[in-house]
C-alpha cells in the first residue's frame, strides 16, 4: 500500500519556443523526484504542459499564416517529443487549450467572481507583450535610448490607456494575508534567497490583477462577460489543478485526494506569479496551499544566462547525441546545485561524465561482472559469513537515511554525492581485496566468493539508488545482475537492505555502460 500522495509540477511551459536547457533543467528534476519519491512508495502524480494562449501566441500565428490553435498544434510535439527523449515520466500534460482546461479554468474565477473577489475597470499602464505581463512604472529599466523596456526580457513595454476594461482580481487585499502565511510556513518558498525576494515585494505593497482582456480574443472566454477572456497567467496557473481533475465530476475524488501536492518546480524568474499571485488566488477560493515552491537558478555559460539569442545556447537533444539521456540527466541533476545559479561547460561535463560515470560506476560494473565470469563462471557467489568484515555494508546501511534527507531537501547533488561515496569505496575494496590475488590459491575460495558477492551486492544497491537519475542505465545494470524490473520498486529502503542479492543467478558482462569521452572532440558551449 502506498504511504500517501506526492505531488509535483512544472511550469506550464509558454509554447512560443522549442525546450531548450534551462527549460528541461526544471523538467528533469521534476521527474527526479516524481522517480524517487515512487521507489520510496508514494502514489505520485506529476504535471506538466503547455501555455498556448495570449496576445503573443495571437500575433505569432498571424505572422505565420496559421491561426491560433493551428499554430499551437504544430509547436505542442516539441515538447512531448523532448520529454520522452529526457525519459521525462509525467502522468498528465495539460495544454491550456484543451476543453477540460477552460472548465476547469471557468469554474475556478466563476467562484471568485460569485464570491466577490472581482470587479470590472479600465486599465492604465504598462504592458510587455513577450511577458504577457503587466509592470508598475518602478520596476521598469531604461534602454540606452532612454525608452522603458521590461525588467525581465528588455523588450520595450508600450504603455496602455485606451479605456478597455477588464475584470481585475482583489491582490491588494492579500498583503497582509500573505506575509503571515510566509510567516507561518517557512518552507513554502525556498530557497531562502527566493523567500527573501518575495517578501520584500509583498511589504512593498501589492497591486489588484487584471485577469481579463477584450482587445484580442485567444483565451479562455470569460463565462459571466461576453467578448473577454482570461489572462494568460490567470489561465496557466490552474493547470496544476487541471492535470489532478478539478473542473471534471469523474476525477472529482482524485482531486480531493492530491491536492494540495508537495512542489512546484519554477524558475526563479517566475517566482512573483507562483508565491504571491497564485497563493492569493488559492486563498480567495478557499483552498489548501501546495507545500513548497522552488524557484532554481539559471543555467549560465561564461557568466551569462544561457538564450538563443545571446548564441549562447543548445537544445537538449545536442547533448544527449554526445553524452547519451542518462548522463545528460546526471550531470545537471549531481553538478549544478539546485536553486542557485549554475555554470556549465563542455569540458565540466565532460570530466564528470568520466570521474563520476566512466571511471567510477561504469568501471565498477565492468571489472566486477567480469571478474565474476572469469572466476565464478558468471554467476553470483554465495554470500560470506553474516560476522565477515565489510566496509560495504557499512556505506549501504545508512545510505537510505543520507539519501532520504537530501531528496527531501531537493538537494539532488548531496544525494547523488552519497551514492558515489558508497561507489569509490567499491572500487578501493576490490584494489585492498586483490580478488586476482586471491584467485591464485585455492585455499582462499570462500574469501575470493566473498568479495565479489559483496561487489555485486553493493553494484545493486547502488542502481537503485541511481536510478531517479539514471533510469535506463540502473534498469540495464539490474538485467545484467538477472534481477527483475526496477521500475517495479516501490520501498526503496527495504529493496536496498543489505543481502538480497541471490545466488547462482547467471551474470553478464556487456559493453562499457560509460565510454570515456575526450573534450576535444566535442563541440563547444
Known amino acids: ?55 503573443k501566441i495571437a500575433e505569432t500565428a498571424e505572422k505565420n499564416a496559421m491561426t491560433p490553435q493551428a499554430w499551437c498544434d504544430s509547436l ?26 477552460t472548465r476547469a479554468v471557468q469554474k475556478f474565477w466563476s467562484a471568485l467572481h460569485d464570491a466577490g473577489w472581482l470587479y470590472k475597470s479600465a486599465y492604465e499602464g504598462w504592458y510587455c507583450v513577450h511577458e504577457e505581463t503587466y509592470y508598475a512604472e518602478s520596476d521598469l529599466e531604461k534602454s540606452d535610448e532612454g525608452e522603458f523596456v521590461c525588467p525581465d526580457c528588455k523588450r520595450p513595454v508600450r504603455y496602455e490607456a485606451s479605456g478597455e476594461e477588464n475584470w481585475f482580481f482583489k491582490l491588494s487585499e492579500f498583503q497582509d494575508r500573505l506575509l503571515a502565511f ?8 525556498r530557497p531562502i534567497t527566493r523567500r527573501n525576494e518575495i517578501v520584500s515585494f509583498v511589504k512593498g505593497g501589492l497591486n489588484d490583477l487584471s485577469i481579463s482582456r477584450s482587445s484580442f480574443d485567444w483565451g479562455i472566454p470569460v463565462p459571466w ?70 524557484g ?35 550531470y545537471f541533476m549531481s553538478d549544478v546545485q539546485f536553486g542557485h545559479d549554475g555554470s556549465i561547460s563542455m569540458e565540466r561535463m565532460v570530466q564528470v561524465y568520466n570521474a563520476d560515470l566512466a571511471n567510477t560506476w561504469g568501471n565498477l560494473v565492468s571489472r566486477v561482472t567480469n571478474m565474476t565470469t572469469k572466476y565464478f563462471e558468471g554467476r553470483v557467489p554465495e554470500a560470506p559469513a553474516a560476522a565477515a568484515e565489510n566496509p560495504l ?27 558515489q561515496k558508497l ?8 584494489e585492498e581485496s586483490a580478488p586476482w590475488a586471491l584467485a591464485k590459491d585455492p585455499a582462499r575460495a570462500d574469501e575470493l566468493a566473498g568479495v565479489l558477492y559483496n561487489c555485486l551486492e553493493a553494484i545493486r544497491i547502488i542502481a537503485l539508488y541511481l536510478a531517479p537519475f539514471m533510469p535506463n542505465t540502473s534498469a540495464e545494470v539490474f538485467r545484467r545482475l538477472g534481477l527483475g524490473d526496477i521500475a517495479e520498486v516501490t520501498d526503496i529502503k527495504e529493496a536496498t537492505a543489505w543481502g538480497q542479492l541471490p545466488a547462482s543467478v547467471a551474470v553478464e558482462v556487456g559493453d562499457p555502460l560509460f565510454p570515456r569521452l575526450d573534450v576535444d572532440n566535442l563541440p563547444e558551449l
Open 225 to 294: 462577460d461576453e467578448g473577454h477572456v482570461f489572462y494568460v497567467w490567470a489561465d496557466a496557473l490552474i493547470a496544476y489543478l487541471t492535470g489532478i481533475g478539478y473542473g471534471d465530476g469523474e476525477r472529482e475524488a482524485e482531486f480531493d485526494g492530491r491536492w494540495p501536492i508537495q512542489y512546484h518546480f519554477v524558475g526563479k524568474d517566475i517566482t512573483r506569479f507562483h508565491c504571491v499571485i497564485w497563493p492569493a488566488m488559492l486563498m480567495a477560493a478557499g483552498m489548501p496551499i501546495t507545500h513548497t515552491v522552488f
Open 296 to 330: 532554481h537558478g539559471f543555467l549560465l555559460t561564461k557568466g551569462e544566462k544561457m538564450s538563443k539569442s545571446k548564441g549562447n545556447g543548445l537544445m537538449p537533444a545536442d547533448l544527449v547525441k554526445v553524452f547519451g539521456v542518462d548522463a545528460y540527466r546526471y
Open 76 to 101: 505542442a510535439p516539441a515538447f512531448t517529443d523532448a520529454w520522452k527523449t529526457l525519459d521525462i515520466d509525467y502522468t498528465n500534460f495539460v495544454r491550456t487549450t484543451e476543453d477540460r482546461q
Open 393 to 419: 555494508r557499512e556505506i549501504a546501511d545508512t545510505l537510505y537515511a543520507d539519501y532520504d534527507a537530501c531528496m527531501a531537501e531537493v538537494d539532488f547533488t548531496g544525494a547523488a554525492a552519497a551514492v
Open 1 to 55: 500500500m502506498a504511504k500517501g500522495t506526492f505531488g509535483v509540477t512544472t511550469p506550464i511551459y509558454y509554447i512560443n519556443a522549442a525546450p531548450h536547457l534551462g527549460t528541461a533543467y526544471t523538467t528533469v528534476a521534476a521527474d527526479t523526484i516524481t522517480r524517487y519519491q515512487r521507489m520510496n512508495g508514494y502514489d505520485v502524480s506529476f504535471v506538466t504542459g503547455t501555455d498556448e494562449h495570449g496576445q
Open 182 to 189: 510566509y510567516d507561518e510556513h517557512p518552507d513554502f518558498i
Open 423 to 430: 561507489a569509490s569505496r567499491v572500487n578501493l575494496y576490490v
